[in-house]
Every structure is written in C-alpha cells, then in structure tokens.
T-cell receptor
Framework: AQTVTQSQPEMSVQEAETVTLSCTYDTSESDYYLFWYKQPPSRQMILVIRQEAYKQQNATENRFSVNFQKAAKSFSLKISDSQLGDAAMYFCAYRGTGANSKLTFGKGITLSVRP | DGGITQSPKYLFRKEGQNVTLSCEQNLNHDAMYWYRQDPGQGLRLIYYSQIVNDFQKGDIAEGYSVSREKKESFPLTVTSAQKNPTAFYLC?????????????FGPGTRLTVL
C-alpha cells in the first residue's frame, strides 16, 4: 500500500519570505500523480499544484513550485513571497494510475505566516 | 455558480442515532467521494462512487453507508455501528475516476455525537 509522510507538523514563515514544505511517499508503482492541497481556516480544500511522475520538469503555479525527486520519492512544495493568506494546513497526496486508485493523503502540515 | 454543497455545516446527534450527511454537486461530475478528517490525521476515504447506482468501499467504510441514486447527490449515513463518529466529513467530486483529474471538495460537515 502507498503511504505519504509529512514529518513536520508545523512550520512558520515570515511574510514575503520563502518556505519549503516536505513530503515523502512510498510506492512500488512507476507512474502516478502527486498533489498538494491547501486547507485554510474555512476548511475548504483547494488544489495548489499537481505533478505527473512521468514528467521530469517540476510543476509551477505562480508563487508555488515543487521539487520532485522521483528516485528519492520526495515531493516538496516551495512557497515564494509568502503572504498572510497562505496560512493554512497543507496536505500532500498520492494517487496511482489504476482504475480504482484512490487519493492517499499525508497527515498535513500547519503553516503560519508572521506579518 | 458551480460547486459542491454540504449540509448542514454543523450537526449534533445523540449516541445510537443514525444521521445522514448531504452532498450535492452541480459540476456534472461522474465520480464522488466521502472523506473523514480527524485532528492530526490526513483525509481518509470512506466510500466513493464512479457512476450512478454504483459505489465502492474505501479504507474506513465500517459503520457508514451511502447511496448514489442521482448523479448530483451522494448522501452519507453514519450509523450507530460507527464507534467514533465525531469528526469532520468532506465530500468531493471529480470529472471521472481518473488519476490526474482534480478532486473538488465541499465545505464539509462537522458531526458531533453527544
């Protein structure tokens, strides 16, 4: 079974600075998808960024980018120019490519942004 | 506005009572999902449905039941057999049960069993 590990329960960043959130996963599959979801205090889950394992290029969405290291099974999220609105829980998630594959989430990390 | 609605936002029930959580989507999505979120835990999959009148158990289906009579609706019943039902419940949907498709989430229902 696939597992997703987010070992840091909390992190803090100064506004306008850069922060990196770590995620590792375990799988025997060669093709899969990785996601970062954001859950702000409203608790509405929002997709931040998505990475296809077969793509070597790291995904980027505005201030959000990932560092995908397939061999190391690592998928970290970098937030540049942090804003107060970035304060939230962030979940890393994995999904295989099988017809009945499900989304497996890590336990999440709480990010606080200091003004 | 297209989206997913869950009602109510907060729900209180007495121990031993069944309770049904509502989930409706107007995104024309085929697949729908129910997750449970507990403090310090990620989201855990309870049930999912890829098409109308079909659904599959997720990782923690015991004590829960679902139905999918309409494409737009996927209600979850928390039965008295669920030993620890107090939690935050999230419903999601996606265009199809395909790995790269984004799952869109509803605002959630906080269930407290007294």
């Amino acid at each position: 079974a696939q597992t997703v590990t987010q070992s840091q329960p909390e992190m803090s960043v100064q506004e306008a600075e850069t922060v990196t959130l770590s995620c590792t996963y375990d799988t025997s599959e060669s093709d899969y998808y990785l996601f970062w979801y954001k859950q702000p205090p409203s608790r509405q889950m929002i997709l931040v960024i998505r990475q296809e394992a077969y793509k070597q290029q790291n995904a980027t969405e505005n201030r959000f980018s990932v560092n995908f290291q397939k061999a190391a099974k690592s998928f970290s999220l970098k937030i540049s120019d942090s804003q107060l609105g970035d304060a939230a829980m962030y979940f890393c998630a994995y999904r295989g490519t099988g017809a009945n594959s499900k989304l497996t989430f890590g336990k999440g990390i709480t990010l606080s942004v200091r003004p | 506005d297209g989206g997913i609605t869950q009602s109510p936002k907060y729900l209180f029930r007495k121990e031993g009572q069944n309770v049904t959580l509502s989930c409706e989507q107007n995104l024309n999505h085929d697949a729908m999902y129910w997750y449970r979120q507990d403090p310090g835990q990620g989201l855990r999959l309870i049930y999912y449905s890829q098409i109308v009148n079909d659904f599959q158990k997720g990782d923690i289906a015991e004590g829960y039941s679902v139905s999918r009579e309409k494409k737009e609706s996927f209600p979850l019943t928390v039965t008295s057999a669920q030993k620890n039902p107090t939690a935050f419940y999230l419903c999601a949907s996606s265009r199809r049960q395909i790995s790269y498709n984004e799952q869109f989430f509803g605002p959630g229902t906080r269930l407290t069993v007294l």
